[in-house]
């Protein structure tokens, strides 16, 4: 039978989580209550499916962004593809079901042919399954936002604001009329603060501002979506065997990294080692599976097999049999190899126990990234809601004449995370702003040591969605 996401095998324990959780959770998540319960595949095929739409469009922009920034420019690269994916459905209920912009959103999604109702209801129900998961007391907390802001007299049209309150349970509010003059600059404030508060709100105050005066003074609406995500790993990393170890930078030098250790023991976790590669090389990718508290989230971390080596003048280096290649883009390669394991809740040919105790290293972190997804969107061919023309079905006037000429301006992602000890704090906020326009075999212990660059995601267990997905460059500073 496939493990999932799973705790250490023990009847007992499971029997007693059994009893605890079984009633609370509907998709009961790892190997034990899944096997005890005799459930297979309880994430409906319509989510499990937009589960995995989600992280495929997500690691098709994570590859663009990270062509836009120089790899290691950052302390990391990290995103939420589900939150940009719900603002994205948002700004598709609103374009002419006939027109260009609603054709290549629906692609994104993978969903052509798929009946617009049909969609919003697999949003509803992935949003539901992720948020069942939320159990603040058992430490995992989680929460998710929608919300859509109108310039002041302009109204929603009857559907669309349906729509939005109906499946993405969006909060309406109203910007603030835009006909300020230098001496009504207050208006403006007020505009700005009412989303960027909610923001700060929807994210415990780990984002406190997504738009600025320049974007808010040109739009006509602002459609956003904010996550927050709180979770207490199962087994914590004992606090005093953090220690100053060398990390490996994308550019070649070390730092002296605030390093976690603990020691795993053998089947206490789950690991896969993928295959991918760079150009012709083979590589492959070693990838560890942590439990939050509550068996439904895990952290994944992961990295390409091989030491790493600096040449003088140029960027790390993968040592393989083949030869070194570019450690950035073996990186890439890898962390495409941990999407592709995911759906349906990590694929059970990839992922299973541990065969041997793992003495795990794992960098403390704390890192915000924020972007701009325009190009990265446009790369991946949605070009139409930029150009306008077709969004014809959100706003219309006093007198019930749809808002022509409406194109999409900008789309905002800003993502905060941190791991530590005690567990990972995320928080993630999208925003769409929109104008008139225009395996190891032997038992010796192994060590599993992530000194240099790496792959960090937070992932659903029933579904397989990587909630958030990040290439950590730089992590917290020894002392720091
Ligand atoms: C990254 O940019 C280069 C040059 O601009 C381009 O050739 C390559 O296809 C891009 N890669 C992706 C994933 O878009
Ligand atoms: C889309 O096209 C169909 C048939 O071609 C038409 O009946 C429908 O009214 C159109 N919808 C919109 C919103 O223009
Ligand atoms: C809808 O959003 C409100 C906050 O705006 C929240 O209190 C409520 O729990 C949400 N409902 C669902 C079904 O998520």
């Not at 997500?58 to 790899?71: M, V």
């Not at 190899?337 to 403390?364: C, E, H, M, Q």
Request: proline share 6%; charged share 15%; aromatic share 8%.
């Amino acid at each position: 039978m496939a493990p999932r996401c799973s705790r250490p095998a023990s009847p007992l324990v499971g029997l007693l989580l059994l009893q605890l959780l079984a009633p609370t959770i509907p998709y009961a998540a790892c190997r034990e209550l899944r096997t005890l319960l005799q459930l297979e595949a309880v994430v409906p095929p319509a989510e499990a499916e937009l589960a995995a739409a989600v992280n495929i469009f997500g690691d098709e922009i994570f590859a663009q962004l990270s062509n836009e920034t120089k790899p290691g420019g950052d302390p990391g690269l990290i995103i939420s593809p589900y939150s940009i994916a719900q603002a994205l459905a948002m700004l598709l209920n609103g374009a002419d079901p006939n027109g260009t912009s609603y054709q290549q959103l629906e692609a994104l999604f993978g969903a052509n042919q798929v009946p617009l109702a049909d969609l919003n209801q697999e949003f509803q129900a992935l949003t539901a399954a992720l948020l069942s998961s939320s159990q603040p007391d058992s430490g995992i907390r989680i929460d998710n936002a929608n919300s859509a802001w109108l310039k002041e007299g302009l109204r929603w049209q009857q559907q669309y604001s349906d729509s939005l309150e109906q499946y993405y349970n969006a909060t309406l509010g109203t910007l603030t009329t835009a006909q300020a003059s230098s001496s009504h600059w207050w208006l403006f404030m007020q505009w700005q603060l009412a989303v960027n508060s909610w923001v700060a709100e929807a994210t415990n105050n780990k984002i406190t501002q997504i738009v600025t005066d320049d974007i808010v003074a040109d739009a006509i609406l602002i459609l956003a979506n904010a996550i927050y995500f709180k979770g207490s790993w199962v087994k914590s990393f004992p606090e005093e065997l953090t220690k100053a170890t060398p990390f490996h930078l994308l550019d070649g030098s070390t730092m002296q990294a605030a390093m976690m250790y603990q020691p795993l023991e053998e089947r206490a976790v789950q690991v896969a080692t993928l295959p991918a590669a760079v150009g012709n090389v083979a590589i492959k990718c070693q990838a560890i599976q942590l439990l939050f508290a509550g068996f439904e989230y895990a952290g994944v971390a992961a990295q390409p097999v091989g030491a790493v080596r600096k040449v003088a003048g140029a960027q790390l280096e993968l040592e393989t049999a083949e030869g070194p290649v570019d450690y950035a883009e073996a990186l890439a390669a890898c962390r495409s190899a941990v999407v592709d394991s995911l759906p349906g809740g990590f694929d059970s040919k990839a992922w299973d126990y541990s065969t041997s105790p793992i003495n795990l290293y794992l960098p403390r972190f704390e890192i915000e990234f924020f972007a701009s997804l325009n190009t990265a969107l446009q790369a991946l061919g949605v070009t139409q809601p930029f150009e306008g023309g077709d969004l014809t079905q959100m706003a219309e006037d006093a007198e019930g004449n749809p808002v022509q000429g409406l194109a999409v301006t900008e789309v905002l992602h800003k993502v905060y995370e941190k791991v530590d000890e005690k567990g990972a704090e995320a928080a993630a906020v999208t925003a769409i702003a929109v104008t008139t326009s225009a395996p190891v075999q032997t038992n010796p212990p192994v060590d599993l040591r992530f000194d240099r660059p790496f792959l960090f995601s937070i992932v659903h267990c029933p579904s397989g969605l990587a909630l958030f997905n990040g290439q950590i460059y730089k992590p917290e500073e020894w002392g720091a």
